[in-house]
């Protein structure tokens, strides 16, 4: 029977999946995190992913587009959470904004030809870290910070090297580590200056991840997907409406109408560039 209750209920799986189109307008930049939840599978309680997919429109906007209850580490699940939303009319998408994770890449590659990926610095910091000793670790984030601290393109790549280099005796695995990142850390400086805080990292969803986490540590563990689905659809329809009165954009009109004339190829690393025109 209908009750008040229960169509509310519809609304909220709705807005954030398969019911509510997304063709409204483009999406440059998607941010896509997970946290860990609990929940029972075949009698075992286990640890499920929880992957929120969120977006800032061509107008400078923030959106949540979606989420998905499963297994972050496989090219699959990806390939399906961004497939979900392009069906419902996601387009435009210039740079996807995650943590590593398995299969990532070769999803984006898959569903949304010619964007880059943005590696968030922050996770990256934390998993260099853990290579130096404690009394290391203030000076090598220093000295890697500095890489993202330039005023322009150019000057970030210069810096890249410069700190590669002056890492490479004493670190060499930190070194390493940078230089195989290179490409996917630095997609940011392809785009207007004025937008490389916002999308250098998935900070932007930290908030909204504390949320889901403050709300479902009450529960614990939860008796299977479709629970944590309908709490977490909860929470993130609660930040989507927050974010649709907000009195100031996100990113600024003028800023992304730069983003509108802009070649992101031209301030890729050279490597970069040459996998683009080739593809």
């Known amino acids: 029977a209908w009750s008040p209750v229960s169509a509310y209920r519809e609304y909220l799986l709705s807005v954030v999946r398969r019911a509510r189109p997304l063709n409204h307008v483009e999406f440059p930049y998607i941010y896509a995190d997970a946290t860990y939840l609990k929940d029972r599978v075949g009698g075992q309680v286990v640890s499920r992913a929880v992957v929120v997919v969120t977006g800032i429109t061509i107008t400078g906007e923030r959106e949540v587009l979606g989420c998905a209850v499963g297994d972050t580490e ?23 904004i995650s943590d590593h994770h398995e299969g990532l890449k070769a999803a984006i590659a898959k569903c949304f030809v010619g964007a880059g990926w943005q590696r ?41 090297d410069r700190i590669v280099d002056t890492l490479a005796g004493q670190f060499p695995d930190v070194a390493g580590m940078l230089a195989a990142a290179r ?6 400086a392809a785009f207007p200056f004025e937008h490389w805080r916002k999308i250098w990292s998935t ?12 709300r479902t540590d009450v529960v614990g563990v939860f008796p299977n997907d479709a629970a944590i689905d309908r709490l977490v659809t909860a929470v993130i329809v609660e930040q989507h409406d927050e974010w649709a009165v ?31 025109l080739a593809s």
């Open 183 to 188: 490409d996917d850390l630095l997609q940011f």
């Open 74 to 96: 496989t090219e699959t699940f990806w390939a399906e959470t961004f497939r979900s939303l392009r069906s419902r009319g996601l387009s435009g998408v210039r740079l996807v």
């Open 120 to 160: 968030c610095r922050v996770h990256f910091m934390r998993n260099v870290l853990g290579k130096v000793t404690k009394t290391n670790s203030d000076m090598v984030a220093a000295a890697i910070r500095t890489i993202f601290a330039q005023p322009t393109a150019e000057d970030v790549q210069a810096q890249f």
């Open 203 to 214: 900070n932007p969803l930290e908030r909204l991840h504390r949320e889901i986490k403050r």
């Open 246 to 276: 907000a009195e100031r954009r996100y990113l600024s009109e003028t800023s992304m109408a730069r983003l509108k004339q802009h070649t992101p190829s031209s301030a890729l690393p050279a490597a970069t560039r040459r996998k683009r």
